[in-house]
């Protein structure tokens, strides 16, 4: 069974910056490709970032050049994410997930707020 723990979310003001980690654990093929999703209250969720099992990284418009995804180095810390997320707005506050992509599982969920 697929179990995903994020963790790294909190309160920062406009313009900071707050580093999410996401680390996958059960029965999936080593390495998968991974994505953070986030939904803002009465919004759908929506893609942020992924990356793909050879790195291949991609982003929403709204957070390119300000989001970064990237993975662990070497061994099982490869299936670990990151979500590195500067210049942080208002419109940024929303619960972030990750997700193994096409697993249909996901995490509990951390809430990052901007606000001053």
């Known amino acids: 069974q697929v179990q995903l723990m994020e963790s790294g979310g909190g309160l920062v003001q406009p313009g900071g910056s707050l580093r999410l980690s996401c680390r996958a654990s059960g029965g999936f093929f080593s390495f998968p490709a991974m994505g953070w999703y986030r939904q803002a209250p009465g919004k759908e969720r929506e893609l942020v970032a992924s990356i793909s099992r050879s790195d291949v990284v991609n982003y929403a418009d709204s957070v390119k050049g300000r989001f970064t995804i990237s993975r662990g180095n070497r061994g099982n810390a490869r299936n670990t994410v990151y979500l590195q997320m500067n210049s942080l707005k208002s419109e940024d506050t929303a619960v972030y997930y990750c997700?193994?992509?096409?697993?249909?599982?996901w995490g509990q969920g951390t809430q990052v707020t901007v606000s001053s």
């Open positions: 997700t193994i992509q096409g697993s249909g599982s």
